[in-house]
C-alpha cells in the first residue's frame, strides 16, 4: 500500500492582518481562543467582558505554519490537502501561491497540492476574512432583511443589521437566548496532508437493506480511486463473515457496491432495551490474484432498523422510533454545543456528558439546528452508549437567502455531514431545521412569530420558495442520495409536509412533533404541562441559574444581586430572570438571600420539568416521545440547562434521572379529590409486583398502610390504582401529611414516590436534623442520611467535582437514605468511586425565610 497521512497541527502562529507581530496559535482553534491564550483579551466569559470583544470579528485574521515533506510523499502520485473545518471566510496560500477560497464552516476542502510542494520549508497561510465585512454588502444588496431573530446584532454594535443567515457558519455564534455572541473565526478543525499511489478507498459505507433477529441484508458501498484501470478484488470482513468480489475498475472515481448478509446478526440496541452492540467491517482492495493488499479502510457500525412511524391510530396520526420492531418512547434533551468555542470541547467533556444521559436515563439526544454537526466523538460515544440521535441540519429561526450560490453551498455541506456519520447507527433521523416553519407559518396569516407583516406579497412569496427549495427538495434530496431510506423531517415542529393551511406551523395533539412553550414564554401555570401533550414533545423547559460555586466563576460577590449587570449580562432571554422571580412567587415560598435563590431557582424548574416528563409517560401511547430543553450550556449563564458549563448537575438532572427511570411509579393528583398512581415500563419483560403505600405525618408518624398487587406489559404505561384522596387523608392536616408509593418485585423496592396533598407552599416545614454517618469501609464515597422530620430537596454539596447517586431528594424520619459519591476522571469512564472530602448537607429549611418555618 502506498497511503501517507499527516495532520497539520503544530508550529502555527496567527496575527491580525493590519499587524506586523505574528503570535503563537493552537490548530484546531479559533481567533478568540487564541487572543485569549496570549493574554491579548480578558476571559470573555467573565463578568461583562462579552462586550469588550466585538471588535474580533470585524478585523482579518491570518494563520500561517511552516511544514516540511519527505521525499516518499513528494513520489506518490496524489498528494491533497483536506480542510475538515475553516470557519468560514478563508483564502489559503501554499508557498505564496493562492490554492483555495472557502466561505462554508461545515463544509470538507480538498485540494490537489503536489505541484505546489517544495522539498524544504512549506508555508502554509490561511487569510480569514471578517464574517461581518463579507456579509454587510450581501445584505444591502438583498434590499431588506430577513428574519433572524436570535441574531444579537445589537452586541456586536450593528444595530439592526443581522447578517448571521448569509454565512454558513454555527448560528449560535451570533448568540441566542442562552449564548453570548462571539463570531469566530479561525481553523476549528484538522488540516490533512495525505499522500498516496495506485489505489486509494475515499469512503466505506454499510448500507441496511433489510435488518431483523435472523438476519442482516447489507451492502458494502464502497468508493475507490485508482491510477490504473484494470481488476481487483474486492475483500469486505467483519466478525461474522467475509466477502470477496472481483471487479474490473476504470481508473479515477467510481463505486463499488457489495452485498452481504449476516447470519443471527448481534443487533444495536438503545439504552434500556439491549445491547448497543458494533461491528467493525474492513475492506481492502486486492490484486487480480487477491494476494496483495493495495489498500484498505475501516468503520465501525450497528446493525438496526430504526423508522420513523408515522401511520393513523385512534388519536390521529402517530409520532414514535421503532428500533428493531419495537417501539420507542424517547426520552431525552435537546443538545446544544459544550462551548462557545467548540476547539475546546475535550474528549472527557464529551464521555461526561453523554454518560451523564445514560446515568439519567435517557435514551435519545436531538443535537438542535442552531450549533454544529457534531465532532465525530460524540457520535462515536452516543454508539457505544446507546443514545440515539434526533439529528438538525444548521439552521435554526430564521429564514434563508436562495440564491444559487447559497444553495450550491448548502448542498455540499449537507453531503458532506451526512457522507461522514450515515454510519452511526445512533442517527434515527434527519431534520432540516429548528423552528423555522411554525416561525414563518406561511399558510396560516396570524400564526407564526408575527414575522410576514414586515413583507409584502411577493417578498412573501420569495422567501417561502427559497425555504422550500432548502428544506422541502434540496435537503431530503441529499439524504435520500446518501442515505437511501433514511426518514427525513423538513422542520421542527411541523404537523405535516403538505401544503394544506392546517398541517403547517400549529400545535397540534394529533401528528407531528410539538414545541411547548406556554410555560415559559407565555407564563403559563406549570399544570398546563398535564393537557398541552403533543405526538412527540421535542421542546419544552424551564430556566434556573447554576449553583453558587459555579456564578462566583464569572462573578465578583457584590455582583450577586438579580438585576445586577453582571447577572443580567448572563441571562439572554430578556426578562428571564424576573420570569423564574414570577414563578417562585407562584409556586414557592420566599428565599433568605441570593444563594437561597440559585439553590430554589433549580428546585422551581426540576419540579417543572418532572411534572412534564412524568405527563408526557403517563400519556403513552399518545405521546411517544419526550426531549426537554436544553442538556448542557455553552458558557456560564442562567439558562434552561439540567447541566451548567462546568458540567455540575442541577437539580433537573437528578429529577430527570428519577423521572425517566425505566421501571416507575408516577403519582398524579391533579383530579380533584383523586391520587391516581401509574406503572411506567420502558423494558420489553412484564412487571410484576405490589405498591405499597404508607400515610405518614412530617415527623414521621405512621397512620396508615396498605399494599396492592399490581402488574404490567412491558413496554407500555398503566393506571394500576385511583384512590380516593379523603379516604387516605382520613381528616388529618393535609399540609402535614406524605403518603410513600414503593413499588415491590420479589422483596425488592424498585421505585419510591412521595406524594404531597398540598402545593409547596402551603407545606408546613420545620427545620430538620439530618444525620449524616459515612459508610465504614467506603472511604468517604458512601454515607447514609437519616432526618428528625421531613426534609425537603435534600443537598449534597463538596468541593470534588463529581455527581451523587442520588440528590435534591425528600427525606422521611424512620428512613435511611444511602447515597454515594462518584468523582469526575480522565480515565476510560467519566465518573469513579471516590471519596466526596468536605460534605455538606442542607434542606429547603435552610434556604426560605425563617419566618416560613414551623417552630
Not at 467491517?281 to 468503520?299: M, N, P, T, Y
Not at 415527623?699 to 394500576?720: E, F, M, P, R
Not at 423496592?749 to 439530618?770: R, T
Amino acid at each position: 500500500m502506498h497511503e501517507t497521512k499527516l495532520v497539520l497541527n503544530k508550529a502555527w502562529t496567527f496575527k491580525a492582518c493590519d499587524e506586523q507581530e505574528w503570535k503563537k496559535a493552537e490548530v484546531p482553534g479559533f481567533v478568540h481562543t487564541d487572543l485569549l491564550k496570549n493574554e491579548l483579551i480578558l476571559d470573555p466569559f467573565y463578568g461583562t467582558n462579552e462586550k469588550l470583544v466585538q471588535w474580533i470579528d470585524k478585523k482579518d485574521w491570518e494563520y500561517q505554519t511552516t511544514f516540511q515533506v519527505t521525499e516518499d510523499i513528494l513520489k506518490e502520485e496524489h498528494v491533497d490537502l483536506v480542510f475538515h473545518g475553516l470557519d468560514t471566510y478563508a483564502d489559503v496560500y501554499l508557498n505564496d501561491v493562492h490554492i483555495l477560497s472557502a466561505d462554508n464552516m461545515f463544509r470538507v476542502w480538498e485540494v490537489n497540492v503536489k505541484s505546489n510542494l517544495k522539498s524544504e520549508d512549506n508555508v502554509l497561510r490561511i487569510k480569514f476574512r471578517s464574517p461581518i465585512q463579507e456579509d454587510l454588502p450581501k445584505l444591502e444588496a438583498l434590499g431588506y432583511p430577513l428574519p433572524a431573530s436570535n441574531d444579537q446584532s445589537e452586541v456586536g454594535e450593528l444595530g439592526e443589521k443581522r447578517v448571521s443567515i448569509f454565512a454558513r457558519k454555527a448560528p449560535y455564534h451570533y448568540g441566542w437566548d442562552w449564548g453570548p455572541r462571539f463570531v469566530t473565526s479561525g481553523i476549528w478543525r484538522d488540516i490533512e496532508l495525505r499522500a498516496w499511489s495506485e489505489d486509494y478507498i475515499e469512503d466505506l459505507y454499510i448500507h441496511q437493506n433489510k435488518v431483523n433477529e435472523e438476519s442482516a441484508a447489507l451492502t458494502a458501498v464502497v468508493e475507490v480511486n485508482v491510477d490504473q484501470a484494470g481488476p481487483r478484488v474486492i475483500r469486505i470482513e467483519t466478525d461474522g463473515g467475509e466477502w470477496t468480489k472481483e471487479v474490473d475498475l476504470p481508473a479515477g472515481l467510481s463505486k463499488v457496491e457489495v452485498e452481504l448478509e449476516l447470519k443471527s446478526p448481534k443487533l444495536w440496541w438503545s439504552r434500556g432495551l439491549g445491547e448497543p452492540h458494533m461491528y467493525t467491517f474492513k475492506v481492502q482492495i486486492l490484486d487480480e490474484s487477491g494476494s496483495e493488499s493495495k489498500a484498505e479502510r475501516s468503520v465501525k457500525t450497528g446493525i438496526r432498523n430504526i423508522r420513523l412511524v408515522q401511520e393513523a391510530d385512534e388519536y390521529g396520526t402517530s409520532f414514535y422510533f421503532e428500533l428493531n420492531g419495537v417501539p420507542v418512547f424517547a426520552k431525552g434533551a435537546n443538545h446544544i454545543p459544550n462551548d462557545s468555542f467548540v476547539t475546546e470541547v475535550s474528549y472527557e467533556r464529551y464521555r461526561h456528558e453523554i454518560e451523564s444521559a445514560v446515568l439519567a436515563n435517557m435514551n435519545m439526544l436531538r443535537v438542535w439546528g442552531g450549533g454544529i454537526y457534531e465532532q465525530d466523538i460524540f457520535y462515536d460515544l452516543c454508539d457505544e452508549h446507546g443514545i440515539l440521535v434526533w439529528q438538525d441540519f444548521m439552521f435554526a429561526c430564521s429564514m434563508y437567502p436562495g440564491d444559487e450560490a447559497f444553495l450550491n453551498s448548502v448542498r455540499h455541506e449537507a453531503a458532506d455531514n451526512v457522507k461522514r456519520l450515515r454510519n452511526h447507527p445512533s442517527i434515527a433521523l434527519w431534520c432540516g431545521n429548528n423552528e423555522i416553519d411554525s416561525a414563518w407559518a406561511h399558510y396560516n396569516e396570524n400564526g407564526g412569530w408575527g414575522w410576514k407583516k414586515d413583507y409584502t406579497p411577493e417578498q412573501r412569496e420569495k422567501i417561502w420558495s427559497d425555504y422550500e427549495a432548502v428544506f422541502h427538495k434540496l435537503l431530503p434530496e441529499v439524504v435520500e442520495e446518501y442515505l437511501p431510506g433514511a426518514d427525513y423531517w423538513p422542520s421542527s415542529p411541523i404537523v405535516s409536509v403538505s401544503n394544506d393551511i392546517n398541517q403547517h406551523a400549529s400545535t397540534s395533539s394529533t401528528v407531528g412533533d410539538v414545541h411547548y412553550w406556554g410555560v415559559w414564554h407565555n407564563a403559563e401555570p406549570f399544570e398546563n404541562y398535564n393537557v398541552q401533550l403533543g405526538r412527540f414533545m421535542s421542546e419544552y423547559g424551564f430556566q434556573s441559574f447554576p449553583e453558587h460555586k459555579s456564578v462566583l466563576r464569572y462573578a465578583e460577590p457584590s455582583d450577586l444581586e438579580l438585576t445586577s449587570e453582571v447577572m443580567m449580562a448572563h441571562q439572554k432571554n430578556g426578562n428571564g430572570n424576573r420570569l423564574i422571580k414570577q414563578y417562585m412567587d407562584m409556586y414557592m415560598t420566599e428565599p433568605k438571600d441570593f444563594p437561597s435563590f440559585l439553590y430554589m431557582s433549580q428546585v422551581l424548574q426540576a419540579d417543572a420539568m418532572k411534572m412534564a416528563i412524568e405527563a408526557h409517560r403517563r400519556n403513552r401511547p399518545l405521546v411517544m416521545g419526550t426531549l426537554y430543553w436544553q442538556m448542557n450550556d455553552t458558557w456560564p449563564v442562567a439558562s434552561w440547562a439540567g447541566m451548567d458549563y462546568y458540567g455540575n448537575w442541577k437539580a433537573l438532572h437528578y429529577y430527570a434521572k428519577r423521572s425517566f427511570a425505566d421501571e416507575m411509579i408516577s403519582v398524579d393528583g391533579t383530579k380533584p379529590g383523586k391520587v391516581d398512581l401509574y406503572l411506567l415500563s420502558d423494558v420489553l419483560q412484564p412487571l410484576e409486583g405490589e405498591i405499597s403505600i404508607r400515610i405518614t405525618d412530617f415527623d414521621g408518624t405512621l397512620h396508615d398502610v396498605q399494599t396492592h398487587t399490581v402488574s404490567i406489559a412491558g413496554n407500555t404505561t398503566k393506571l394500576v390504582l385511583s384512590l380516593d384522596k379523603d379516604e387516605l387523608l382520613k381528616g388529618r392536616d393535609e399540609q402535614s401529611t406524605v403518603m410513600i408509593a414503593e413499588l415491590v418485585r420479589q422483596g425488592k423496592v424498585i421505585d419510591s414516590q412521595k406524594h404531597y396533598f398540598v402545593p409547596f407552599k402551603d407545606l408546613k416545614l420545620s427545620q430538620p436534623e439530618i444525620e449524616l454517618t459515612e459508610v465504614e469501609g467506603s472511604e468517604g464515597s458512601k454515607f447514609h442520611l437519616k432526618t428528625s422530620v421531613l426534609a425537603k430537596q435534600v443537598w449534597l454539596d463538596c468541593d470534588q467535582e463529581g455527581i451523587f447517586s442520588d440528590n435534591f431528594f425528600d427525606l422521611i424520619p424512620g428512613e435511611t437514605k444511602e447515597v454515594t459519591f462518584h468523582a469526575r476522571k480522565g480515565g476510560e469512564q467519566a465518573f469513579e468511586l471516590a471519596s466526596a472530602g468536605d460534605l455538606k448537607v442542607r434542606s429547603m429549611a435552610d434556604f426560605i425565610k425563617e419566618t416560613q418555618v414551623q417552630k
